[in-house]
Nanobody, 119 residues
């Protein structure tokens, strides 16, 4: 079982930055693939970014490329999402997820953290 707790959300103005954190229970990082998702009211949950070893290899949604950076500090069991140049369309609840690379359909989600971008 992997427990995930997000933090770092808040209310910011357009153009500002936030860094989200996702603290996991102690796990072997390489046994999972790690994700940030977001969900806005009335919309489906969408994939924002992912990170996995080796590399680490990262991927981003087109809508956040060049503005968001995903990273992980393994000794701290923490994954981050650095969000720069935030826009109102980035407003959503942001969730982190861990997916096992060895056990089919084993996924763990955090409870989410609200990000609101508005004047």
């Amino acid at each position: 079982q992997v427990q995930l707790v997000e933090s770092g959300g808040g209310l910011v103005q357009p153009g500002e930055s936030l860094r989200l954190s996702c603290v996991s229970s102690p796990v072997t990082w390489s046994r999972y693939k790690w994700y940030w998702y977001r969900q806005s009211p009335g919309k489906e949950r969408e994939l924002v970014a992912s990170i996995a070893l080796p590399g680490p290899a990262t991927t981003y949604a087109d809508s956040v490329k060049g503005r968001f950076t995903i990273s992980r500090d393994n000794p701290k069991n923490t994954m981050y999402l650095q969000m720069n140049s935030l826009q109102p369309e980035d407003t959503a609840v942001y969730y982190c997820k861990a997916t096992s690379r060895f056990i089919r359909d084993q996924n763990f989600w955090g409870q989410g953290t609200q990000v609101t971008v508005a004047l």
